[in-house]
């Protein structure tokens, strides 16, 4: 384990190599989110905890963080005390998260699932997988439980699943409303998307953020 800078202010992050670390995606979408003080918002799946970190430390809004994966969160938790953050973590599964923290409790949920952009295939890959596994439909239904309504879903996904992506979200009645591509050498990898519960159609889509 090792205390790592969020590279603002006096912010960091403990990070452990054998638990695998985070990549620029999430630190991407922490600025993609455009959050408002004001907020509450979850992040699910938030392993380490970079986002509600990162975020709460540049938005000042309230942030938590769920995930099911007990060594992680204990690193969350003491970045939090450390940087002296009112971060709160949760050991829970999505599935049960609507229950445990509220019915339309949140203004704004995040999630970074693992499409194995930027992932080794060894102990990173294994235990995204572990993380989230093929439940990207559960992850959707839980932030439409979690959000009011006109809440923001904001994640990072691959740009070849873009098509099933909104297929999903709207399937679970998040309308997709403003999306970011990000490039690699040219080439479209990544997505930065943002959807809204009960929202009606019509999407923003900005130019390219270079990443070459």
């Not at 704004?108 to 992932?119: A, R, W």
């Not at 990072?156 to 297929?167: P, S, T």
């Amino acid at each position: 384990m090792r205390w790592e800078s969020l590279q603002w202010e006096q912010y960091g992050i403990y990070q452990d190599e054998a638990l695998g670390r985070f990549t620029e995606d999430p630190v991407r979408l922490v600025h993609f989110l455009h959050a408002k003080k004001w907020e509450m918002a979850i992040d699910l799946g938030t392993g380490n905890g970079v986002i509600p970190l990162y975020a709460n430390a540049l938005y000042g809004c309230s942030f938590a963080g769920l995930d099911t994966d007990g060594a992680q969160l204990e690193l969350a938790r003491l970045s939090a005390e450390r940087n002296g953050q009112s971060v709160s973590f949760h050991k829970l599964d999505v599935s049960a998260a609507a229950a445990a923290l509220g019915h339309g409790t949140f203004d704004l949920v995040t999630m970074n699932p693992p499409y194995y952009s930027g992932i080794s295939s060894g102990t990173d890959l294994q235990r995204a997988r572990q993380r989230h596994g093929d439940r990207l439909e559960d992850f959707a239904a839980a932030a439409f439980a979690l959000l009011n309504n006109g809440g923001r879903l904001c994640l990072c996904y691959r740009a070849d699943g873009l098509a099933d992506l909104f297929e999903l979200l709207r399937k679970h009645r998040l309308e997709p409303k403003r999306m970011e591509l990000v490039s690699c050498k040219g080439r479209v990898k990544v997505a930065l998307v943002e959807a809204k519960k009960l929202a009606k159609p019509g999407m923003d889509v900005f130019a390219f953020s270079r990443q070459d």
